[in-house]
């Protein structure tokens, strides 16, 4: 992952995809062996992709509590 990726992928991701996809640009990073730039391109990403997964659970969580109130 060393190569700059584009962040515009990470819209089209399913919260799986996109966990995923962290837990390993977590594990460069923190591997440390790249350089400057490549390590802000990587947490640009990891910032895209936790953004992603933060949507995903947020609405899963507003689908839960609709459907809470619904049997209320």
Known sequence: MAEKKTNADVAE???EQARDELAK???E???GSVSLEQSMNLWERGEALAKRCEEWLSGARARV????KEKQ
């Open 65 to 68: 509590d609709a459907a809470l």
């Open 25 to 27: 640009v977590l594990a």
């Open 13 to 15: 991701f399913t919260y």
């Open 29 to 31: 990073l923190e591997q």
